[in-house]
């Protein structure tokens, strides 16, 4: 485990490193998990390693690969992004890799870290996300870490041959406090 920036239980969050944009190519391509992230255009990893760079570079975002605590490989990419920090407020992602691998509380701890992380070190106000209606397990996952649904942004995101609607949810520091 190198360059450890937060640790958990199961997972340990570090910053983005060349190699990394392999398991973002594993996660931008797969048709599984674009069902409910809409990525509609290929990207290979010299491109998904541009974009990100570009982010890293963007000083409102900060960018995580998530790494399996026992093995220490990357699973997935967690980040804030549009933050404002005036408003003390960002936009939250997450997104494991491997399907396999869904379900098993690697996301529910990488949201508690984050959490803890904007709550306690950024000493941000308000952490907010966008999912899709139909992305049942993530809605549950999100819930239970906090966060409730403030409204639906209707027919938002085009894929699979038709509009869908995604849900905006978000957790302000006092709800956060009373977990």
Same mark, same amino acid.
């Given at each position: ?41 290929p ?6 390693? !541009?974009?990100t *760079? =570009?982010?890293?570079? /963007? ?10 605590i026992? $093995?220490g &490989? ?37 949201? !508690?870290?984050? *959490? =803890?992380?904007?709550? /306690? ?11 899709? $209606?139909? &992305?049942i ?26 509009y ?13 406090? =009373?977990?």
């Open positions: 485990m190198e360059n450890v920036f937060i640790k958990g239980e199961k997972v340990f969050l570090r910053a983005f490193e060349h190699g990394d944009e392999n398991v973002i190519a594993k996660l931008e391509n797969n048709p599984e998990l674009r069902s409910t992230l809409f990525y509609a255009i990207t290979n990893k010299q491109q998904l390693l !541009e974009k *760079l =570009k982010h890293i570079d /963007d000083p409102n975002s900060i960018i995580f690969t998530i790494c399996d026992i $093995t &490989n990357a699973i997935g990419q967690t980040a804030f992004y549009r933050i404002d920090w005036i408003g003390r407020m960002a936009t939250f992602y997450i997104g494991i890799a491997d399907p396999g691998i869904h379900g098993k509380g690697y996301g529910k701890e990488t949201v !508690e870290l984050m *959490l =803890k992380y904007a709550f /306690d070190i950024l000493n941000l106000h308000r952490v907010q996300l966008h999912v899709a $209606t139909k &992305n397990a993530g809605i549950k996952a999100y819930k239970k870490n906090g966060f409730i649904i403030e409204g639906t942004l209707r027919e938002a995101m085009y894929g699979e041959g038709k869908h609607d995604f849900y905006l949810m978000a957790i302000l520091r006092k709800d956060y406090k =009373k977990l």
